[in-house]
């Protein structure tokens, strides 16, 4: 009986934490944009991971305040207890080391693409070798993972000089890098709608498709609410409700 007692009252314990802890869920974001998923509109944010997060918080009884630094910037704060969880994360062994990576907390899966200006007077060819692009510089943003074998291609010219996609897009554009890699939803929409952006090429196929995560601190001790945000969250993708919100993203790129 006091066994039972004990156990009845650890529970409460932990289910009080959760929601004491939900009240105020701090989320860390890279702070570029990230179209359709994660953009700047009027001084507010909003694109696809924004709205599931903010509903799924909403069910669980989470407050969420937002902050958008530079992506490094955002990983430290993830180690260091910082911030409660981090969005728009792929997962490494690395990473695994300071982050929660739960299946049912992703996101979005990004399908990671080489690409080139449109009608790029160089011819470049992707066979789905790496050796083959050993002859040319590609751009790619500073702390993005692609793909492991991209990733640990140190014979490939790698040229880690940009912090958003925008200024990748630019940077391409004015000869700094014969190509550049990036999630293929996000350039094709910044090529289509951002302003004054190139028209650009995707060399098929993609390097990879990688899920992308909402990723819980491990230093915050967050394991009890990374595991209800994912349970909700499996829950809320089997809705109607959440298929009509990936539509209206999808129509947008």
């Known amino acids: ?13 932990l289910l009080f934490t959760i929601a004491s802890r939900a009240v105020e869920l701090k989320i860390v974001r890279g702070d570029g944009q990230y179209p359709p998923y994660e953009m700047q509109e009027n001084g507010a944010l909003s694109g696809l991971h924004v709205d599931l997060i903010n509903h799924i918080a ?29 969005t728009f994360m792929s997962r490494t062994p690395e990473r695994e080391t300071f ?15 080489l690409f080139v200006l449109a009608g790029n007077p160089r011819h470049v060819t992707w066979n ?26 140190a014979s490939l010219k790698k040229m880690p000089v940009a912090a958003t996609n925008e200024q990748l ?9 014969d190509l550049a890699v990036g999630d293929m939803d996000q350039f094709r929409y910044l090529s289509r709608h951002g302003k004054n ?19 819980f601190s491990r230093a ?17 993708k089997k809705t ?9 993203y999808r129509q947008e790129e």
């Open 1 to 13: 009986m006091i066994m039972r007692l004990k156990t009845a009252v650890c529970a409460g314990l």
């Open 128 to 153: 789905q070798n790496l050796a083959g692009l050993e002859p040319y510089t590609i751009g790619v943003l500073r702390g993005y993972a692609y793909s492991p074998e991209f990733d640990q291609a």
């Open 240 to 248: 109607a409700r959440y298929t009509e919100l990936v539509a209206r």
């Open 169 to 177: 897009l630019q940077m391409l554009h004015a000869g700094r890098f």
């Open 220 to 236: 915050g001790h967050n394991a009890a609410l990374a595991r209800q945000f994912a349970e909700t969250l499996a829950a809320f």
């Open 197 to 215: 952006m190139p028209a650009i090429e995707f060399l098929a196929p993609p390097l990879a498709a990688r899920p992308n995560y909402l990723a």
């Open 99 to 113: 982050a929660i990576f739960l299946d049912d907390n992703t996101l979005s899966v990004t399908r990671s693409a």
């Open 58 to 86: 909403r069910q669980i009884g989470c407050t969420v305040t937002w902050q958008s630094v530079p992506w490094l910037r955002a990983q430290s704060m993830i180690r260091s207890g910082e911030a409660d969880a981090i």
